[in-house]
């Protein structure tokens, strides 16, 4: 029996033994493992700053000299990803400018009752009066006629041989080019319209 027990004990430490060497090696390798991952990871990650970085720079430099950008592909992959991944430009293609607003010195408003005139007869006198532009005045009735066409006799003008030129003619006339032209040359002509019947009616109940 002593002889039995005696083996039995060193087969057990023998057992022991291989058991603690072989977890200790297994658990080594995993840490070593883990450890060239994480190196291998973090070389990577900087790879691919440092490539973002130099795509930036360029895009930036592309940019600020003006010329066109074309989409582009990288090169260039990281050893993590199997796939390439396309780095698209942006394009910066000649715009023209936008064209230019000139101010517009030459107009005529022919005004027409219950379509708000007034209001915009207003916005056009403050304009003019800004611009320091000259106005058609009516000689008598402040308007100049609502039944006959406009001729330059119904304007207050000063004695002369020619006509003087104005800038502006905002007020109750009625359309006559020609003689509209003695006083106000190439003019941008306006005027605001309204649906009759509404007009018609509005201007009873007044």
């Known amino acids: 029996m002593v002889m039995w027990s005696k083996r039995l004990m060193l087969l057990v430490g023998i057992y022991v033994v291989l058991t603690v060497a072989f ?13 060239e991952s994480s190196a291998m990871f973090t070389r990577d990650d900087r790879i ?11 895009t930036s430099q592309w940019m600020l000299n003006g010329s066109s950008i074309q989409p582009t592909r990288n090169p260039q992959v990281s050893k993590r990803s199997t796939q390439v991944m396309p780095v698209i430009g942006v394009s910066t293609t000649h715009v023209p ?8 010195h030459q107009i005529v ?7 708000a005139s007034t ?22 009735k402040g308007k100049f006629s ?7 006799k119904m304007a207050a003008l000063p004695k002369r041989t020619s006509y003087p030129v104005y800038n502006i003619l905002a007020n109750h006339a009625r359309f006559n ?29 007044v």
Do not use: W
């Open 119 to 140: 209001t915009a007869n207003t916005i056009i006198q403050r304009y003019g009066y800004e611009q320091n532009l000259t106005f058609v005045i009516p000689k008598r």
């Open 97 to 104: 400018p936008p064209p230019q607003c000139l101010p517009v």
């Open 177 to 205: 080019k020609p003689e509209l032209e003695k006083l106000v040359p190439n003019a941008t002509y306006m005027t605001i319209l309204r649906e009759q019947i509404g007009r018609a009616s509005c201007r009873e109940r």
């Open 23 to 35: 977890f200790g090696g297994f658990l080594k390798a995993r840490s070593t493992h883990r450890q």
């Open 146 to 152: 609502l039944t006959q066409l406009f001729n330059t």
């Open 48 to 58: 691919d700053a440092v490539q973002q970085a130099v795509l930036l720079t360029t």
């Open 109 to 115: 408003f022919l005004k027409t009752h219950k379509t």
